[in-house]
């Protein structure tokens, strides 16, 4: 038991720190959304399957279009749920590649447009594939300042675009399943032993998106930093469990439309705070599940705000 406390104190007190100086995604990490900087051995394969559940204030039609009012244009959505499948193999040691899509459904998407003083909303519950993501990732040094890796990838846009709105007007690619336009990811991670039970992980990748149709979703940035202890004495004993704690901070670039220009309804940061646990069945079957908790929600013009998130992760490695 002092052991266990001792882990959480750690844990805490690690994401607390790197929360106060951040106020202004891997295969073996210790967290939820902060990519490792470890790679899959040569031959391994690794299966994963992922639900991402994000609770967003509560707005209705009417309050909606009062916001509208004020700033032209509003949307709003009740909740979303994104279901994400994904096979990782080691090409060698230091040599990962990965593929993954999914399927995206929010519930009760609201858009409130005002023109003249006079403001209207539509409808809809968008729902569909999400577009394909390839991954690589190269560890380039290993030792014992710890785990250096540079990850790359490429989004196809295989997702659904075609979603309308109750009065017949098309979604925006920002809130379509899939974007219809290409992306490409660049990024680092490292992790490294603090202990023989502690590890860290952190992490930055960039989109940058294309333009598709006159429209181009802004670029996005995703900022992480996870501590983890586990909790088991052995590594080799099982069920082993693990805690963990992540902050994560997302930056998101404003959308542009060839016709109107940059809207400024979108785009800010959001900051994070994951507690997470971890437990592992046997050497080959794996959950994670992590509720995050935005702390900081600086975003640009009127924009909803989330609530909280829940991630579940079942993970598969042979």
Known sequence: ????????????????????????????GGGSATASGETLKAGQFELSLREDYTNFEN???AHAERIALKSGEFDALQESYVTTGAVAY??????????????????NFIDAEAAD???????????????????LKYRFHRGYAGNFAAIGGVIFPTGRDDIRLSNG???????????????????????????????TDVSGIYTIRTEHDGFKVGDRMDLGVA????????IKKFPNFSLFAEVNAVWLGKDH??????????????VYITPGARIRFDPHWSLTVAPS????????????????????TLSYAF
């Open 1 to 28: 038991m002092r052991f266990v406390s001792v882990c959480f104190i750690i844990v805490i007190f690690s994401c607390a720190r790197l929360a106060r100086a951040n106020h202004g995604p891997g295969t073996s």
């Open 59 to 61: 707005i209705d039609a």
């Open 90 to 107: 080691g090409v060698t040691d230091d040599f990962q590649i990965s593929l993954q899509g999914g399927h995206y459904k929010g519930n």
């Open 117 to 135: 003083g006079v403001a209207e909303s539509s409808t809809a519950d968008p729902s569909g594939v999400t577009d394909t993501a390839l991954g």
């Open 169 to 199: 007007e098309l979604l925006e690619p920002s809130s379509q399943p899939g974007t219809g336009a290409f992306a490409y990811q660049l990024g680092l991670a490292w992790s490294r032993f603090l202990t023989s039970r502690i590890t």
């Open 227 to 234: 501590v983890a202890c586990r909790l088991t004495e052995s």
């Open 257 to 270: 439309d060839a016709d109107t220009g940059l809207n400024p309804n979108s785009g800010g940061w959001t």
């Open 293 to 312: 908790f935005p702390m900081v929600q600086e975003l640009e013009g009127e924009q909803i705000e989330s609530r909280f998130k829940l991630a579940a």
